[in-house]
């Protein structure tokens, strides 16, 4: 009976960890340094020209990579290195990166080509600290996800008023 007993607890331990692991990424990872937002269907003409004037001209980013064609508009930046904000200096960070990707691609394929596009923007955040001098994942604080949601919301706000 006392060996049945310790095999359950076992497999009970076993489950628990496997529950406590099923929202992370694939790599096991609970580190929530990335976002993904939908900011809705907009003309593919509008995309790209906001979107110099969003990452590049006002925020300082370079575009990594730039793809404008029927099929699909994708706007990547290059990592983006950036001072660590008040919170992110608390856990020990010196010095953070950011990097956007903005993927719009067309709402309605089947109809032939469409030139209104979905577009998602998504971002990935990582950092050095005192004890890693190498970049890493790192947990989004509430002052870097302030300062992501501002960039975003700026790109939207202008296509939306401007387009």
């Known amino acids: 009976m006392l060996k049945r007993k310790s095999l359950w607890g076992g497999y009970l331990l076993l489950f628990m960890f496997s529950l406590s692991t099923l929202g992370c990424s694939g790599s096991g990872s609970a580190i929530k340094n990335t976002t993904r937002t939908n900011i809705g269907a907009h003309a593919q003409s509008i995309i790209q020209p906001y979107g110099v004037r969003t990452f590049v001209e006002r925020y300082a980013y370079r575009f990594l990579r730039v793809v404008n064609d029927p099929a699909e508009v994708v706007l990547e930046t290059e990592w983006l290195e950036l001072r660590p904000t008040d919170d992110e200096v608390a856990l ?8 956007f990707l903005v993927r719009a691609r067309p ?3 089947s109809a032939g080509i469409s030139n209104s596009f979905s577009v998602i923007v998504r971002t990935e955040t990582e950092a050095r600290s005192m004890e890693n001098d190498f970049w890493t994942p790192v947990q989004l604080t509430p002052e870097r996800k302030a300062y992501i949601n501002e960039i975003v919301e700026f790109f939207e706000t202008e296509m939306r008023t401007q387009g």
Do not use: D, L, S
């Open 107 to 109: 709402r309605n394929r």
């Open 92 to 99: 020990g960070i010196t010095v953070v990166r950011n990097k």
